[in-house]
């Protein structure tokens, strides 16, 4: 069953393992803020286990884009749609956050968003990346990149 993000009172639950759990979870929270905020959405996230399909489908993007196969595991998943908008995120123990931003409509905006949480470094397989830093009252300094998503999924 679907946890539904509290960025309200911040919770590790989930992503426990993590040896940036706290940040981790400020990090997931930011998110779900964001998506209440903006869209008026409901982030809920579920063990990566139990979304494998979502796991699997971030990975192949990753993996047919650039090549890149990101080695920590995958911890939790979830997906929304909101606008014509399919919003995929995977959050890892390393304490990196995915997410895989595809407009449906053939015109629309298509990448592939990383955050790192406060206290990780970028790990090995992202290090050709630029960070760009954001403060966040619930995830402290997060840095973040991209990248343009050229094929279709």
Known sequence: MPHVVDFVNVSTEG????PVAPALAG???NEARYFKNKYDAVFAVEPAAKAKKLVSYVSKVLKDERGIVIASPPLEATELEVEGIRWTHVFYESGLAVNVLYTLADAG????GFKLSEGMDPPEELAAFKWARQKSKLAGTIRGSYFVIKGEY
């Open 27 to 29: 990090l997931r929270a």
């Open 109 to 112: 905006k298509r990448a592939v």
């Open 15 to 18: 992503l426990e393992s993590s």
